[in-house]
């Protein structure tokens, strides 16, 4: 893809100068939220910073009925508090640790954490944009045919190329632009929301994945998923990423059987280590509660409130108290399979992880393969917010340099979001019995979502050819 910056370089800023607008941006929103919050019923925090900061509160000042009791506490008969006391706590202990200063310093301190995290993520945005993918997208579009690995190598250490290396940093500027400047981006994190980090940990794996540095990609991968579970799907393309350089792959079994090789078991055996040695230490001070908390908890949730996935009006319907019986047990067969959470994982892991071997056979399609997975893990999700909007909308500014998005795609993407949301306005705050029509309104948002994700695959497919 070539980009003529010629006719509006002269207004796009320099990156420091875009980084530094955009912390003065989200410093303004935190003092806004505290002086608003002190002043209005509906409060500009999010719901979640409160949950953790009572949970760091649990932490760092424990009674006896707060008190970790896992088995290294109660062996050396430590006081460590326990976050879980607070309900609906369901995050790594890890989190509520880092709050601590909440406590000791100041509430907003964790919205300033997350974000300096956002900006972080703006600066690995930016610096992959111009190592790897803005250098790849210009030299695959002088030359088509070759080597994909070493494309960009020669593109970015080419000397004759510095005119074109000031465009690539306008060009990569800019598209650092839509996540430093995204209204969703700096508006979650300022409300208090913590995605920020997990969005630093799966940038700075894709980071050490992209300079072929897979042993520090694999820990990073294992800290990212006991952070939060889905970026597990990742493995899955790093290992046909790292398969695709060792060996020469071929379809069904050949091509399965070459995913097995040295490399990969490595780097499996190091994620899953990072992934389990966290998991043993939190397990060991907290004990069960985080266990079932972190990721038990999520494998029986029946989230029957109203959110963009179809999956909760089935959920409404068979809830129990909901004139059912609270007997699961007592249900049909049918009913309870239906009803269960781990069936819907059987359409959105085989999207996700099957996508996840198809797309990352190269390491150059690594960003792609990442959104895709993340899209369509998103997209078929049980529970469906727009928080989680941010786990694939992450990787659209590296996407930017190799697909062409059109007009319609971003109506469609923007317009069932709406129609939805038009919906969901009636059943929240006027009360209306509005289940079926708003359920109705979810299927389209999967349909119109997923024709999305169809047409940037065949953007992408396009510029590959």
């Known amino acids: 893809m070539t980009v003529q910056l010629t006719g509006w370089r002269k207004y796009i800023p320099s990156f420091w100068t875009l980084l530094f607008v955009s912390a003065l941006l989200r410093l303004g929103l935190i003092f806004y939220s505290e002086w608003h919050d002190a002043h209005s019923v509906v409060k500009y925090t999010d719901v979640d910073y409160r949950v953790f900061s009572d949970a760091a509160r649990f932490l760092l000042y424990p009674s006896r009925d707060s008190i970790a009791r896992g088995p290294l506490t109660k062996r050396l008969g430590l006081d460590v508090g326990n976050p879980y006391t607070r309900e609906t706590y369901r995050y790594t202990p890890f989190l509520a640790v880092l709050l601590l200063p909440n406590e ?13 995290c956002d900006l972080i993520n703006g600066v690995l945005i930016y610096r992959l944009l111009v190592a790897f993918i803005v250098p790849f997208a210009s030299a695959r579009a002088q030359a088509p045919s070759g080597n994909d690995s070493k494309l960009a190598d020669k593109q970015r250490n080419d000397p004759t190329t510095s005119t074109q290396n000031v465009d690539r940093k306008t060009w990569a500027t800019f598209l650092s632009a839509t996540h430093l400047l995204n209204p969703l981006v700096f508006s979650i994190s300022t409300r208090g929301s913590s995605e920020s980090i997990l969005c630093t940990f799966v940038l700075l794996t894709l980071s050490c994945a992209l300079k072929h540095r897979w042993d520090a990609a694999a820990v990073m991968l294992g800290i990212s998923t006991h952070w939060k579970i889905y970026p597990v799907i990742y493995g899955v393309s790093c290992v046909a ?64 409130r109203h959110n963009f996935s179809p999956y909760f009006y089935l959920t409404y319907l068979t809830y129990p108290g909901q004139g059912n019986s609270s007997n699961p047990l007592a249900l049909p067969l049918w009913r309870r399979l ?21 797309f990352g056979g190269r390491i150059t399609d690594l960003p792609f393969a990442w959104f895709v997975q993340t899209y369509a893990f998103v997209l078929f999700n049980r529970v469906c917010t727009s928080q989680y909007f ?70 992408y497919a396009a510029d590959t050819m």
């Open 390 to 459: 941010l786990w694939y909308t992450l990787f659209l500014p590296l996407l930017a340099p190799r697909v062409r998005f059109s007009w319609p795609t971003v109506v469609v993407w923007a317009g069932t979001q709406a129609l939805w949301l038009a919906e969901a306005y009636k059943l929240e705050f006027l009360g209306e019995d509005v289940f079926f029509s708003l359920w109705l309104r979810s299927l389209v948002h999967v349909a119109g979502h997923a024709w999305v994700l169809g047409k940037i695959m065949e953007g």
């Open 104 to 116: 000791l310093i100041h509430p907003s301190f964790g919205k300033y954490l997350f974000a300096v």
């Open 241 to 304: 990423a790292i398969a695709s350089q060792t060996r020469r792959t071929g379809r069904g079994f050949t091509f399965m059987k070459s995913l097995i090789c040295k490399r990969t078991i490595r780097f499996a055996l190091l994620s899953a280590g990072t992934f389990f040695v966290l998991g043993a230490l939190c397990y060991a001070i907290w004990g069960y509660p985080f266990l079932y908390e972190a990721y038990l908890y999520h494998t029986d949730r029946l989230d029957h």
């Open 338 to 358: 239906l009803r269960s959470p781990l069936t819907s994982l059987i359409p959105q892991l085989s999207l996700s992880l099957g996508t996840g071997l198809l």
